[in-house]
């Protein structure tokens, strides 16, 4: 029975939760950087210091057991009492500190002056010691990460905001219609409007892009989440697609794609930052103080 922890209970814990989150002891290689063996040990010392088994596994699939369930809920609730106080800690001595957990929607570096890259490095003058994860997301993942707490920060496009996130307006991108140089429409001189709505389209996998475009296109052949499949599905020749213009312009210079239908048919896209209300965190404050004022949206 466990009456005391000590470093090595702690250590043991940690594989523990990284096994639980990905789901299998083989999955928690990587992010562990062991191998499967010492995995499998590291659980069975802990089970054995507890006294209870944590978690089938085996050929039939891994499932943490009743007890189990409750020890990892007890384990974030341990671990991020500590973090909490390692933050108070270091801040009360001026230091931002802790883990950042950011999802960005793609292609934000072709952004005009870089404004997240530029962000990030005002950021990373201040007196900090920050560990930032980055990864790519769709908006409906950032917000499920932002809710399930697996993020701490999201940059995309939302249309339907959640009551129970916060949503600061960040920038404005053009968007606007697309062929590549193997569509027929590349050709024509002025494709009329009815032309460009009939032609088969990739449609968005989120809802804004259905919310703001002003046209109404009935042929939706493909659905794309991330802004690099659209342009793929684009230059096959055989969709058109809405694309940010400044991401849209290394092909277009290249005559490999063109705008279609001009200003008329192309609309504003507001980027905004997504976090959970009121965050607590110094070095999150931080970060959106600088995201806002590199766009000029700061107060």
């Avoid at 980027?271 to 107060?299: F, M, V």
């Amino acid at each position: 029975m466990l009456t005391n922890l000590s470093d090595i209970d702690l250590k043991l814990l940690r594989v523990f939760v990284a096994v639980a989150q990905a789901q299998g002891v083989s999955a928690a290689q990587e992010p562990l950087q062991m191998n499967q063996s010492t995995i499998s040990t590291h659980l069975s010392t802990l089970e054995t210091r507890l006294g209870f088994r944590l978690c089938q596994r085996g050929r039939s699939g891994f499932m943490l057991t009743p007890k189990g369930e409750r020890i990892l809920i007890a384990c974030r609730t341990l671990f991020s009492a500590a973090r909490d106080f390692t933050r108070v800690s270091q801040s009360l001595n001026g230091l931002l500190t802790g883990d950042l957990q950011i999802g960005l929607v793609d292609n934000l570096a072709s952004l005009p002056g870089s404004p997240f890259s530029q962000a990030l490095k005002q950021f990373l003058q201040r007196r900090q010691d920050v560990q930032l994860h980055c990864r790519i997301c769709s908006p409906g993942e950032i917000e499920q990460g932002l809710l399930n707490r697996q993020l701490d920060l999201g940059i995309g496009y939302f249309g339907q905001q959640l009551a129970a996130l916060a949503y600061r307006p960040w920038l404005a991108e053009t968007q606007a219609v697309y062929c590549s140089s193997d569509h027929p429409l590349f050709t024509q001189p002025n494709p009329g409007r009815e032309h460009i709505e009939n032609a088969r389209w990739i449609q968005r996998g989120y809802l804004l892009a259905q919310q703001l475009c002003p046209l109404a296109p009935t042929d939706l052949g493909a659905v794309a989440f991330h802004m690099e499949s659209v342009v793929h599905l684009i230059l096959s020749g055989e969709y058109i697609g809405y694309l940010p213009t400044h991401y849209a312009a290394r092909w277009v210079e290249r005559g490999e794609l063109r705008q279609l239908g001009g200003p008329p048919l192309s609309y504003q896209a507001t980027l905004s930052l997504a976090t959970r209300p009121q965050p607590a965190e110094d070095a999150l404050t931080a970060l959106l103080e600088d995201l806002q004022r590199q766009s000029g949206t700061l107060s």
